[in-house]
């Protein structure tokens, strides 16, 4: 069982950066990938990026070249940075990690980013 906590979700200005950061717990090692998705009111849930122990990363099209994730060393801390924040990019933003096993995930509680003037 694998334990997530976001943080660094908050408010900021159309063009403005933040950074999410996730930590783990528990049993880390059998953790493959990690990632962001998120999710709007009535919506899905969507990926945003993810990365695993080889370090490749998948980023969603609408992201590509704006956000960056990257890990920590120990494999506990995925970070997300964001840059030219866009007002669509209001969401829930959830971090994610699995084994490579189908059927076993783990999510954290959620963190929320708004961008809004």
């Known amino acids: 069982q694998v334990q997530l906590v976001e943080s660094g979700g908050g408010l900021v200005q159309p063009g403005g950066s933040l950074k999410l950061s996730c930590a783990a717990s528990?049993?880390?090692?059998?953790?493959?990938?990690m990632g962001w998705y998120r999710q709007t009111p009535g919506e899905r849930r969507e990926l945003v990026a993810r990365?695993?122990?080889?370090?490749?990363?998948t980023y969603a099209d609408s992201v590509k070249g704006r956000f960056t994730i990257s890990k920590g060393d120990a494999n506990n801390m995925v970070f997300l940075q964001m840059n030219k924040l866009q007002t669509e990019d209001t969401a829930d933003y959830y971090c994610?990690?699995?084994?490579?096993?189908?059927?076993?995930?783990?999510w954290g509680q959620g963190t929320q980013v708004t961008v809004s003037s």
């Open positions: 994610y990690a699995d084994p490579n096993l189908a059927g076993t995930n783990w």
């Open positions: 528990g049993n880390i090692l059998s953790i493959w990938n």
């Open positions: 990365i695993n122990v080889k370090n490749i990363t």
